[in-house]
């Protein structure tokens, strides 16, 4: 009897990274090992806690730091989504390294206890790390936090028992208490260090990480059936959940042409590897009404992780970034080592988390017209919870307004259909149509009836096709100086 020898899987690079100022290695990690177990089981640091496994609940949060642009950047993010290897190289923070050597709380950790912040004790590591995150970003740059910006940056970390007031409440305290700063300095030495004595993964490394964008084209084509990776706040679930094992992955997140955003004639470029929350902060930049919609994408965690092509090439249909694309008439470049080509985002898709790319191909860019005078651009999310949910319909109107008149309709709906789609139909009829009560009643029934949408856990059908009219009218609503219409008008009262 002859037996099959057993398949052995590649090698994989030992992952380097700062803590505490110094250089850690750890060796023989499989590339779907997630940084929470690292960080619990490699490291020993128990304060990270297991929640939810999908980036949900906060309580696995972990800061983590690398250069860009010549400075130092920090991100709070989830370790547990998050694959161990995609560290390589960054700055890592556990709620086990804030307190100074003398056992001196850092202000984040302070500010909890002063405020009585804690019950159970269970997500607090995790508020801890965000608050770390949000003082580095925001205290120490001179910026005062208000409780607007408490409750949007905290919204990824959820609290059974205390109640949201007195974490607030430290959040706006850590600005009040002696200053704490990081030795930035030193740090980007280090991590300068530590990139030039080549962390990089190696060609044949289970756990690719390119730097270029020509290297990840080549890796590619070579490695076909390779997992790509962008963020991995969906894979990450894949993991979690469904206990995936990968024999390799391309991560695409350090390729220096995908980390950009460039502002040409016309357009944003923005690569697939900018993280959502900064491919938000641009269109945002240019569109001010999209904030309070970015904002709601997920919790601040999963942005500061997730990327915008990542989003995009995962084709979820209640995925929100696509609809408000769709809407903005934006495109993709996808390349391969032969070539490139463009088509609009919607042609994408050919069916329930399917494409067109070819096995070889990577989606590289994504183009979004920048705006033009006469836009009304809104889009509407509804979801069960406001914040840090998914949703189950997503509504993007864009229309171009000229004497009273739609001259150009753009309207991207998401949790309606397999795919995220372009409202066609719709479109059609609202053109060349005047802007009134009458014309936006029909166009109501007739974007209710362009989709047969199904029930599922979020919503039932009938409720989308209502709520999918409804959302029209609000856009109209609006339109007429009825801002109360929309959950936007609400503001969070300060405390005294």
Known sequence: MISKPLAVRPAVKNIRFLRRGEVVT?????????????????????????????????????????????????????????????????????????????GTLHPAQEAMVQCHASQCGFCTPGFVMSLFGMYENHVRQGVCITRAMAQEELSGNLCRCTGYRPILDAAQ??????????????????????????????????????RTLDALLELRAAHPAAQLVAGCTDVGLW?????????????????????????????????AAVTLADAFAALVGDRPQLRAFASRFAGLPVRNAGTLGGNIANGSPIGDSMPLLIALGASVV???????????????????????????????????????????????????????????????????????????ASIGVGGVAATPVRARQSEAFLTGQPWT????????????????????????????????????????????????????????????
């Open 437 to 496: 009560l009458d014309t936006v009643r029909q166009a109501m029934a007739v974007l209710r009836a362009e989709f047969s949408p199904i029930s599922d856990m979020r919503a039932s059908a009938a409720y989308r096709s209502e709520v999918l009219g409804s959302l029209f009218e609000r856009y109209w609503l609006q339109s007429q100086g009825l801002q109360q219409a929309s959950l936007e008008s609400f503001v969070l009262d300060e405390r005294a």
């Open 26 to 102: 750890v060796g023989n990690v499989p590339p779907e090992r997630t940084l929470l177990e690292l960080v619990r089981e490699d490291l020993g640091c128990t304060g990270t806690k297991e929640g939810c496994g999908e980036g949900d609940c906060g309580a696995c949060t972990v800061v983590l730091g690398q250069i860009e642009d010549g400075a130092l950047r920090l991100r709070a993010v989830n370790s547990c989504i998050r694959l161990a290897h995609s560290i390589d190289g960054m700055a890592l923070w556990t709620v086990e390294d804030l307190a100074a050597s003398d």
């Open 173 to 210: 305290q850590m600005g009040r208490l002696p200053t704490r700063a990081l030795d930035e300095n030193t740090l980007l030495s280090k991590l300068e260090l530590l990139a030039q004595s080549g962390y990089a993964q190696e060609h044949d490394s289970a756990y690719k990480s390119p």
């Open 239 to 271: 993991v979690t959940k469904q206990h995936r094992q990968f024999d390799e992955i391309i991560d695409l997140t350090q390729v220096d042409e995908l980390r950009r955003i460039d502002s040409l004639p016309g357009f944003w470029l923005i690569g």
């Open 334 to 408: 996808l390349m391969s080592d032969h070539g490139r080509r463009d088509l609009p985002l919607e042609d994408l898709y050919t069916g329930y988390r399917q494409n067109v790319m070819a096995a070889d191909e990577v989606l590289a860019f994504i183009k979004v017209p920048k705006a033009a005078p006469g836009e009304t651009m809104k889009v509407y999310k509804i979801s069960k919870r406001y914040d840090d949910d998914i949703s189950a319909v997503c509504l993007a109107v864009n229309l171009h307004l000229e004497q009273g008149a739609v001259a150009r």
